[in-house]
């Protein structure tokens, strides 16, 4: 199989494009492990229902100076771009076709570790956002579902040196998470680039 393979994913209301073997199980290790070890993870709380909740998670975000990201009732300023992110960015932008100006790096650091239910639509991204998700460490389910919808309709098994990209719709029509497992599992970076288009 082509490393580059595209697989795209028919389902409506959609546009996805999974590519597996995006990169090579060297550069997607190495890749790890310098993330892992060079950035500086952070665990905020959120608020629910009036108590002050950690997320089940370590994340980052950096990104161009404009680029302030708010969702989940945080606001993130972003942390300038390392020549490594640097590095990926240029290579996930070929891919995407659009400018990126910011990734949230999420460390999954083992099953307990996970991201609910929710969509990329915050205001800033624009009426039809692109993320484009890499995956490095170890596999995770990636679930999705339609908005209003109590089942998950399609899942996606996320392999180290895959590559995600959901554009179009997707975002208005479907939910997705990162569910917890009592399997044993790697721990896991997913960077997700997007496109901030205003200030919150």
Same mark, same amino acid.
């Given at each position: 199989?082509?490393?580059?393979? *595209?697989?795209?994913?028919?389902?409506?209301?959609? *546009?996805?494009?999974?590519?597996?073997?995006?990169?090579?199980?060297?550069?997607?290790?190495? @890749?790890?492990?310098?993330?892992?070890?060079?950035?500086?993870?952070? /665990?905020?709380?959120?608020?629910?229902?009036?108590?002050?909740?950690?997320?089940?998670?370590?994340?980052?975000?950096?990104? #161009?100076?404009?680029?302030?990201?708010?969702?989940?009732?945080?606001?993130? /300023?972003?942390?300038? @771009?390392?020549?490594?992110?640097?590095?990926?960015?240029?290579?996930?932008?070929?891919?995407?076709?659009?400018?990126?100006?910011?990734?949230?790096?999420?460390?999954?650091? #083992?099953?307990?570790? =996970?991201?609910? @239910?929710?969509?990329? #639509?915050?205001?800033?991204?624009?009426?039809?956002?692109?993320?484009? =998700?890499?995956?490095?460490?170890?596999?995770?389910?990636?679930?999705?579902?339609?908005?209003?919808?109590?089942?998950?309709?399609? *899942?996606?098994?996320?392999?180290?040196? =895959?590559?995600?990209?959901?554009?179009?719709?997707?975002? &208005? &029509?479907? /939910? &997705?998470?990162?569910?917890?497992?009592?399997?044993?599992?790697?721990?896991?970076?997913?960077?997700?680039?997007?496109?901030?288009? =205003?200030?919150?």
């Amino acid at each position: 199989m082509d490393l580059f393979d *595209s697989q795209p994913l028919n389902l409506p209301d959609a *546009s996805l494009d999974y590519r597996p073997h995006w990169l090579d199980p060297a550069t997607a290790d190495a @890749w790890f492990q310098q993330l892992a070890a060079e950035t500086p993870w952070e /665990q905020p709380q959120l608020s629910l229902h009036g108590q002050r909740i950690p997320v089940p998670r370590l994340l980052a975000w950096y990104g #161009d100076p404009e680029a302030v990201y708010r969702y989940s009732g945080l606001i993130h /300023q972003p942390l300038p @771009w390392t020549r490594l992110l640097g590095e990926i960015r240029a290579r996930v932008e070929a891919v995407a076709g659009q400018p990126l100006n910011g990734v949230l790096l999420n460390f999954y650091r #083992d099953g307990n570790d =996970s991201m609910g @239910w929710h969509s990329d #639509d915050e205001p800033e991204l624009g009426s039809e956002p692109l993320v484009a =998700s890499l995956n490095l460490g170890g596999p995770r389910r990636f679930d999705l579902r339609r908005k209003g919808g109590g089942r998950i309709e399609h *899942s996606l098994q996320l392999e180290s040196g =895959s590559l995600l990209v959901m554009a179009g719709a997707t975002q &208005h &029509h479907w /939910q &997705h998470q990162v569910a917890k497992t009592r399997k044993p599992v790697a721990p896991r970076i997913n960077l997700t680039f997007r496109l901030i288009r =205003s200030r919150p």
